[in-house]
């Protein structure tokens, strides 16, 4: 079964600074999708990158930015620039054509003014 | 941008009651699904939906949860008899294909008293 573990419970950081939340995934599978998710105090889910498991290349989306290392099955992703709007709750997940995304428990991320 | 929308966004119910909690995917949207985050926990798959039938379903969705597609817009849960337990937030989700990760509505939270 497939499994993601991230690390760090909660993270602070001064605003304008860069930051690194970790996760680490487990699977036998070649073909998948990893996610990291946002969940801000309203507690809605929005997604702010993906990366495909056959692209070596790393996904980016303006300030955020993974760095996917399939061998060692590790999906981390880098907030820079940070922001006071980037205060949340961050879940790394995981998809596969079972069909179901597998989150790992989150990490709470405090921006700092 | 399209949304995923949920009503009610909080719902209080006595232990015993049924509820049904409402979505409405995205239009062009094929797959449905349903899940859960217990607060201060981790987001768990409960069920997913496609092409009018339940493809998969988690051991959290016993014979109390049911889930249907009445018309071509709503997608519903509904928990016959609800527990203290039942207490969580309730996410809907729906995608076109897996590569674009899910949509997210904002979440249903249900409080069992």
């Known amino acids: 079964a497939q499994t993601v573990t991230q690390s760090q419970p909660e993270m602070s950081v001064q605003e304008a600074e860069t930051v690194t939340l970790s996760c680490t995934y487990d699977t036998s599978e070649n073909n998948y999708y990893l996610f990291w998710y946002k969940q801000p105090p309203s507690r809605q889910m929005i997604l702010v990158i993906r990366?495909?498991?056959?692209?070596?290349q790393n996904a980016t989306e303006n300030r955020f930015s993974v760095n996917f290392q399939k061998a060692a099955k590790s999906f981390s992703l880098k907030i820079s620039d940070s922001q006071l709007g980037d205060t949340a709750m961050y879940f790394c997940?995981?998809?596969?054509?079972?069909?179901?995304?597998?989150f790992g428990k989150g990490t709470r991320l405090h921006i700092l003014p | 941008e399209p949304e995923v929308t949920q009503t009610p966004s909080h719902q209080v119910t006595q232990m015993g009651q049924e509820v049904i909690l409402r979505c409405v995917p995205i239009s062009n949207h094929l797959y449905f699904y349903w899940y859960r985050q217990i607060l201060g926990q981790k987001v768990e798959f409960l069920v997913s939906?496609?092409?009018?039938?339940?493809?998969?379903k988690s051991e959290i969705f016993d014979d109390q949860f049911s889930v249907e597609r009445p018309d071509g817009s709503n997608f519903t849960l509904k928990i016959r008899s609800t527990k203290l337990e039942d207490s969580a937030m309730y996410f809907c989700a729906s995608r076109l294909t897996g590569g674009d990760g899910y949509t997210f509505g904002s979440g249903t939270r249900l409080t069992v008293v």
């Open positions: 990366q495909e498991a056959y692209k070596q």
């Open positions: 939906f496609y092409n009018n039938e339940i493809s998969e």
């Open positions: 997940a995981f998809w596969n054509r079972d069909d179901k995304i597998i």
